[in-house]
């Protein structure tokens, strides 16, 4: 079989694995604390738990405004902007999402407005795309572990480490290591093409997951999951932010920013082209890159604030003190469309699950 028919059938089994009869949908609403005078929609992949705060004292300031928060993984979010698709009646308003490539490719397409303010302006140039796109956090990509299960001299603090541990310690980390289906998770898709371009390990990295049987999730939620219940030993490339609000509230992790590289994302918002409420959808976003909303980010949604003023737990500026090696912050930019060409995407996935045995998280509890 030719290496392009096996291609074109991977790529109708990955098609086929990710359809969805419905969507998988968190649908919450916010209330206006006094008479209601407007009204925000927003779409979003950032977990409710960690959003919350900033909607709840967003509201403190605008206490008419009532908000509808959709809540989907990044691929479904993806997808159902493309095509225009209202969601349980609403359609955006502000566009939220980590998988920083697909946002970059929805801008790109004409799906955002231009908007342009004294808090967009404080934005580093990575992470301001042509005034359309605003990343507003500074989130670690980690190596996450139970502190009460995993012997300290297996911790590894390297890439180079994890290999090792999985090459010399193989029958005790058989199908006890996580990371994301990279068909089924925008994010995790994006760790993995900008680890192929910043690691020389990346080959020998993935092929220990292959010998190992790495188990494969959509989410870093069901990931700590799994972790805080000593099913899995290891969850490599986890979001450090959603990692470090497990920790606040007692889990018995510990994370690992590796030494060889962390790779940092930003957290992307952009305005809907069609927003129905447009002054809204800029007042959250202003308010998200505010000095106000990034300390509310750092302090009680831990999502790793990126305003260079905000000091302490949880902000770049701590990150870059703790960080025993160089930080990658993914630039916003064109350069995040080139994975996003089918038939490069095509060519990736196919290499990445020939390489990793393809074991879903959900089947092994």
Sequence with gaps: MTRIVRLTLLLAVLWVSTAKVGLAVEHTHFA????????????????????????????????????????????????VIRRN????????????SSAMDMQTKLVNDGFAKRHVSPETEMLPPWANWRNEAFGFTFEPAVIVYNSSVLEPEDVPQTRFELVRLLREKADTYRGRVATYDIAQSGVGYLF?????????????????????????????????????????LIGYNLLGSYTRLRIAHGAPLAMVLPSDYTLVLSRVAFIHRDARHDATARSFL?????????????????????????????TA?????????????????????????????????????????????SEQD
């Design 85 to 96: 698709a209202p969601v349980e009646g609403r359609h955006p308003d502000l566009v939220i």
């Design 286 to 314: 202003d308010y998200l890159l505010s000095r106000r909303g990034q300390t509310v980010m750092a302090g009680e949604s831990h999502l790793y604030a990126i305003h260079p003023d905000i000091k302490g737990p949880a």
């Design 32 to 79: 206006a604390p006094e008479a209601e005078t407007g009204q925000l929609n927003i779409f979003s992949s950032t977990d409710l738990e960690a959003i919350r705060p900033l909607i709840r004292d967003f509201q403190k300031l605008h206490p008419g405004v009532a908000i509808d928060y959709i809540d989907l993984f990044t691929a479904d979010l993806y997808d």
């Design 192 to 232: 993995a093409t900008q680890d192929a371009l910043q690691a020389h390990t990346y080959g020998r990295l993935i092929e220990s997951f292959g010998r190992t049987d790495v188990l494969l999730a959509t989410s870093t939620s069901d990931m700590l999951d799994a972790i805080v219940a000593g099913r899995i």
């Design 317 to 361: 500026s701590e990150l870059r003190e703790k960080a025993t090696g160089p930080l990658r912050p993914i630039r916003l930019g064109p350069g995040l469309l080139v994975f996003l060409d089918k038939l490069k995407q095509g060519r990736f996935l196919y290499d990445w699950h020939a390489t990793v045995s393809r074991y879903g998280l």
